[in-house]
């Protein structure tokens, strides 16, 4: 089950070309990069006793998410019509979890240059 700050960040360092970083000099707090555009694509950070996963979301799935789960909810400190938060409280299956992270990597990634 992801609860845990490690356990989200290893799953993170499994996409290709990114970096774990600590902007604010707050160990708690961390943020997933992109490394070619310093782009974030996870911002993880403790907050009300659990650990928060905040992540970009596709408009057409935001409300999707949070009329699912009562723990994916506006993003904390972030845009909340683009951002979720995830609430790691194991009421979000695994599974659902990692595929919000995985979309908050590919919408946060590099875009195409435009010919």
Request: charged share 25%; glycine share 4%; net charge neutral.
């Amino acid at each position: 089950m992801l609860k845990e700050k490690e356990q989200i960040t290893a799953y993170c360092h499994g996409f290709a070309s990114v970096y774990e970083d600590y902007p604010f000099h707050d160990p708690d707090w961390c943020v997933m990069r992109h490394k070619h555009t310093r782009k974030v694509f996870a911002w993880i950070f403790p907050k009300d006793g659990h650990i928060w996963v905040n992540v970009k979301c596709a408009p057409e799935w935001i409300w999707f998410w949070r009329d699912t789960y009562a723990s994916v909810v506006p993003a904390y400190h972030l845009n909340k019509a683009h951002w979720n938060s995830i609430i790691l409280d194991g009421s979000v299956p695994d599974d659902d979890i990692r595929m919000m992270i995985a979309t908050s990597y590919d919408l946060t990634g590099s875009r195409k240059k435009r010919s």
